[in-house]
């Protein structure tokens, strides 16, 4: 067996399009071994621990998506200088992360032997769905699919060393791990049954609560099963996960239906496509967004005909009320608590960091000043918010002293980010850079006589957002769309 970062010219490459990674990308089938890896991955105490910690993957679980679709596609392209570029970039963000447990356990994301079982979880979840769905794969294909996977953990790690080189131990490593280390974490139990339960639209379905809510009531319990009954036996006792009768049935239907995509025409289905078109806020300028415009009114009209049969949710968000305002609990909840647990604290500012780094694609130093600038702007709001002296600031504190938010810490935010964004540094921001940072052309408030936006505004308009007062601003989809 090769090593795992290279190939010969009589071998499969290990990256590009010709990959066995690549001929999976568009499967619907690895949308469901997605969701069972992610179980997996969580059900380890460390994983688990960072996840609930420093992930929006329950607020904000859509452009999670989306963010971890493309790194994969960069991660696996044929361009290894694209390829070594992304790994730094999520060497840097794992860098950030560190803590501990509720029991006082220290989790650290760089620590190799936890970043091993996550890509673990991926080319195991793969061969699973392969075997459920009827269509298990033969040896050769397991074998140069491992030595891609490991080739992965290589470009991040520098080396594979803490999986096993020969597939035929990859097996007794899995089960070793699921036997001995899995455990019914939180972050476990919010995936399965808070996450699919409270599932937020995306940007494509916003305004059409009452129809999501009833789509989501009857998809959400049955992904739960499908995924509870896909997992492991070993964890799902150790765990002590119940399993819905029918279940095992329901999920060989499930993956069995998605495996027959296999007979429709090449192209039919591309996830690229169908990820960027749920992220279409109505307002964007894509070529697609007529015909998603379409499709939302016609789902408008639906929801408005089930809202007469059944009552609306208690709390309807300024999105969905039309009006464009947002009180102060909602802009608590949609935009500063990334995290979703319910508090403000240094997490949920690394997220919105973090998020617009990986928007405005940047290196260092760039990347360390929007960080740096977040934290600074985090200290001023402890000081300013945090009666309690917790070390965080609840939706209550926040509310009483709401004015204080816009300090000379966030407007520096905001003039690091103007200047993240202003990639010749011009001291204006044109159409390729606005479209870059906001995935859609000027906004009319932010542009002047001459097509460009000035600091002023863009630094105004900032500032204006994170107000919280005011919903569909150019800034929504940085830091509110789920």
């Given at each position: 067996?090769?090593?795992?970062?290279?190939?010969?010219?009589?071998?499969?490459?290990?990256?590009?399009?010709?990959?066995?990674?690549?001929?999976?990308?568009?499967?619907?089938?690895?949308?469901?071994?997605?969701?069972?890896?992610?179980?997996?991955?969580?059900?380890?105490?460390?994983?688990?621990?960072?996840?609930?910690?420093?992930?929006?993957?329950?607020?904000?679980?859509?452009?999670?998506?989306?963010?971890?679709?493309?790194?994969?596609?960069?991660?696996?392209?044929?361009?290894?200088?694209?390829?070594?570029?992304?790994?730094?970039?999520?060497?840097?963000?794992?860098?950030?992360?560190?803590?501990?447990?509720?029991?006082?356990?220290?989790?650290?994301?760089?620590?190799?032997?936890?970043?091993?079982?996550?890509?673990?979880?991926?080319?195991?979840?793969?061969?699973?769905?392969?075997?459920?769905?009827?269509?298990?794969?033969?040896?050769?294909?397991?074998?140069?699919?491992?030595?891609?996977?490991?080739?992965?953990?290589?470009?991040?790690?520098?080396?594979?060393?803490?999986?096993?080189?020969?597939?035929?131990?990859?097996?007794?490593?899995?089960?070793?791990?699921?036997?001995?280390?899995?455990?019914?974490?939180?972050?476990?139990?919010?995936?399965?049954?808070?996450?699919?339960?409270?599932?937020?639209?995306?940007?494509?379905?916003?305004?059409?609560?009452?129809?999501?809510?009833?789509?989501?009531?009857?998809?959400?319990?049955?992904?739960?099963?499908?995924?509870?009954?896909?997992?492991?036996?070993?964890?799902?006792?150790?765990?002590?996960?119940?399993?819905?009768?029918?279940?095992?049935?329901?999920?060989?239907?499930?993956?069995?239906?998605?495996?027959?995509?296999?007979?429709?025409?090449?192209?039919?289905?591309?996830?690229?496509?169908?990820?960027?078109?749920?992220?279409?806020?109505?307002?964007?300028?894509?070529?697609?967004?007529?015909?998603?415009?379409?499709?939302?009114?016609?789902?408008?009209?639906?929801?408005?005909?089930?809202?007469?049969?059944?009552?609306?949710?208690?709390?309807?968000?300024?999105?969905?009320?039309?009006?464009?305002?947002?009180?102060?609990?909602?802009?608590?909840?949609?935009?500063?608590?990334?995290?979703?647990?319910?508090?403000?604290?240094?997490?949920?500012?690394?997220?919105?960091?973090?998020?617009?780094?990986?928007?405005?694609?940047?290196?260092?130093?760039?990347?360390?000043?929007?960080?740096?600038?977040?934290?600074?702007?985090?200290?001023?709001?402890?000081?300013a918010l945090d009666t309690d002296g917790d070390g965080r600031v609840s939706a209550d504190?926040?509310?009483?002293?709401?004015?204080?938010?816009?300090?000379?810490?966030?407007?520096?935010?905001?003039?690091?980010?103007?200047?993240?964004?202003?990639?010749?540094?011009?001291?204006?921001?044109?159409?390729?850079?606005?479209?870059?940072?906001?995935?859609?052309?000027?906004?009319?408030?932010?542009?002047?006589?001459?097509?460009?936006?000035?600091?002023?505004?863009?630094?105004?308009?900032?500032?204006?957002?994170?107000?919280?007062?005011?919903?569909?601003?150019?800034?929504?989809?940085?830091?509110?769309?789920?």
């Amino acid at each position: 067996m090769t090593s795992a970062t290279t190939e010969t010219a009589d071998e499969a490459p290990l990256f590009g399009p010709a990959s066995q990674f690549s001929a999976f990308f568009d499967d619907p089938r690895w949308a469901l071994a997605l969701i069972r890896a992610t179980v997996l991955e969580a059900a380890h105490p460390q994983v688990g621990a960072a996840l609930l910690d420093n992930s929006t993957f329950v607020a904000h679980p859509w452009r999670r998506l989306r963010n971890t679709f493309f790194s994969l596609r960069r991660m696996f392209g044929a361009d290894p200088s694209v390829r070594e570029r992304e790994a730094a970039r999520l060497n840097r963000l794992h860098a950030r992360i560190s803590g501990s447990d509720a029991r006082g356990r220290g989790y650290d994301a760089r620590d190799r032997a936890t970043r091993a079982w996550v890509v673990a979880t991926l080319f195991e979840s793969t061969v699973t769905m392969c075997r459920l769905s009827g269509q298990p794969l033969g040896q050769d294909t397991m074998e140069q699919m491992y030595a891609e996977y490991r080739a992965y953990l290589a470009a991040l790690d520098g080396d594979a060393a803490e999986l096993p080189t020969e597939l035929k131990d990859f097996w007794r490593y899995f089960d070793g791990v699921v036997e001995n280390e899995l455990e019914n974490t939180e972050a476990a139990r919010v995936i399965l049954y808070r996450l699919f339960d409270q599932l937020p639209a995306p940007a494509l379905l916003t305004g059409v609560p009452t129809l999501w809510a009833a789509g989501r009531a009857v998809a959400g319990p049955v992904l739960g099963a499908i995924t509870v009954a896909s997992l492991p036996e070993a964890y799902r006792r150790r765990a002590g996960l119940p399993e819905m009768p029918g279940a095992p049935t329901l999920m060989q239907g499930a993956y069995f239906a998605a495996g027959l995509a296999r007979f429709l025409p090449q192209g039919w289905i591309n996830a690229e496509t169908i990820i960027e078109t749920l992220s279409l806020s109505p307002d964007s300028d894509d070529p697609r967004s007529p015909a998603a415009t379409a499709v939302r009114s016609r789902m408008k009209r639906a929801s408005a005909l089930l809202r007469l049969l059944t009552p609306l949710p208690a709390a309807a968000s300024a999105s969905d009320r039309g009006d464009g305002r947002r009180s102060a609990a909602e802009f608590f909840r949609e935009v500063l608590d990334q995290t979703g647990d319910g508090h403000l604290d240094w997490p949920d500012l690394a997220a919105m960091a973090r998020e617009l780094a990986t928007r405005l694609d940047l290196d260092e130093p760039e990347e360390t000043r929007l960080y740096d600038a977040f934290a600074a702007w985090w200290r001023e709001l402890q000081a300013a918010l945090d009666t309690d002296g917790d070390g965080r600031v609840s939706a209550d504190e926040y509310a009483a002293a709401v004015p204080s938010l816009a300090g000379p810490a966030l407007i520096r935010v905001a003039e690091v980010l103007f200047d993240a964004t202003d990639k010749d540094g011009n001291g204006t921001i044109d159409a390729d850079e606005y479209r870059t940072l906001f995935r859609t052309a000027f906004h009319r408030d932010l542009t002047t006589a001459d097509g460009t936006c000035g600091r002023g505004a863009f630094v105004g308009g900032f500032l204006s957002f994170m107000a919280g007062r005011r919903s569909g601003t150019p800034y929504d989809p940085l830091l509110a769309d789920a």
